[in-house]
């Protein structure tokens, strides 16, 4: 596929960009895909990607959000903020791609869900319970928010943040591989 191509030459295929980013929005699943990793490559330094992903991120399809989350995931420390508004402004599936893509960022991501722990919806609680937990001791700064999840008014948020409690008091190492959407 000429995506996958443009990806393989990296910043020499940045004269394609508005075509990359144009594919992002393909009904086609494959091409989108293609389109969402061949950027990464094409532009490293997100100079058009970022705000490209960023736009990606209000599709209908859930599809196409889960793959600008994960891509943006990338771009490490930049896409915080974005992913963390990202869910806070959307909800279902949407929403969790965002959260669950902060896992890849790594401890630059804990601050912003110690925020999102917080979220008056139990899905995302739980999900960050998850999250912090496939973080192990790298969500150690988190361990007071863990703690405070096990009082939760939901069993599922209660029962995850135990689970991640426990990750991050045995120091395990991060796997920094997001759980899958579920």
């Known amino acids: ?69 994960l891509v943006l995931a990338e771009y490490g420390s930049r896409a915080v903020p974005i992913l963390e508004q990202h869910v806070r402004d959307h909800s279902g599936r949407s929403a969790r791609s965002a959260c669950l893509a902060l896992c890849g960022i790594g401890p630059h991501a804990v601050p912003s869900l110690m925020r999102l722990a917080r979220d008056p919806r139990p899905d995302i609680r739980a999900v960050v319970a998850r999250v912090l937990g496939a973080m192990g001791r790298d969500a150690a700064p988190a361990e007071s928010v863990l703690e405070a999840m096990l009082n939760d008014p939901d069993a599922s948020v209660r029962q995850k943040a135990a689970a991640a409690l426990d990750k991050v008091k045995r120091g395990l190492p991060s796997t920094l591989q997001p759980p899958a959407v579920p």
């Not at 990296?10 to 990793?37: E, K, Q, R």
């Open 1 to 69: 596929m000429a995506l996958d191509m443009l990806g393989f030459y990296g910043p020499n295929a940045a004269p394609a960009l508005d075509a990359i980013c144009t594919a992002l929005d393909d009904p086609d699943i494959d091409v989108a895909c293609s389109a969402f990793f061949a950027l990464k490559r094409v532009d490293p330094e997100g100079s058009r990607a970022v705000p490209a992903l960023t736009q990606a991120l209000r599709s209908a399809d859930d599809d196409h959000v889960q793959l600008a989350s």
